[in-house]
Nanobody, 128 residues
Framework: QVQLVESGGGLVQAGGSLRLSCAASGRTFSTYAMGWFRQAPGKEREFVSAIKWSSGSTYYADSVKGRFTISRDNAKNTVYLQMNNLRPEDTAVYYC?????????????????????WGQGTQVTVSS
């Protein structure tokens, strides 16, 4: 089992930036990929971005492509989400998740079903 702790959320004006961090502990050596999801009030949780731990391959939702950047620091077992040019519609609770192995189900890393461990979430609020 992997334990995940997010940080870096907050209140920012539209057009501003935030960097989220997710520190992993526990069985981190078995992590295949890390992902970020978000959930706005009244909406379902949605995929934001993911990164494969060994290769560094990255994946993004169309809504954040070109504005958000995911990265990882293997030595620190930490994944980051740099969010630039934030919009009010980015307001949500952001969750970090860890995938222990390759997921062959529908959606692959874009699906929440690929992830076995989740953080507690961090609130991001973007004001207009």
């Amino acid at each position: 089992q992997v334990q995940l702790v997010e940080s870096g959320g907050g209140l920012v004006q539209a057009g501003g930036s935030l960097r989220l961090s997710c520190a992993a502990s526990g069985r981190t050596f078995s992590t295949y990929a890390m992902g970020w999801f978000r959930q706005a009030p009244g909406k379902e949780r949605e995929f934001v971005s993911a990164i494969k731990w060994s290769s560094g391959s990255t994946y993004y939702a169309d809504s954040v492509k070109g504005r958000f950047t995911i990265s990882r620091d293997n030595a620190k077992n930490t994944v980051y989400l740099q969010m630039n040019n934030l919009r009010p519609e980015d307001t949500a609770v952001y969750y970090c998740a860890a995938s222990p192995t390759y997921y062959s189900g529908s959606g692959g890393l874009y699906s929440s079903s690929a992830y076995g461990s989740w953080g507690q979430g961090t609130q991001v609020t973007v004001s207009s």
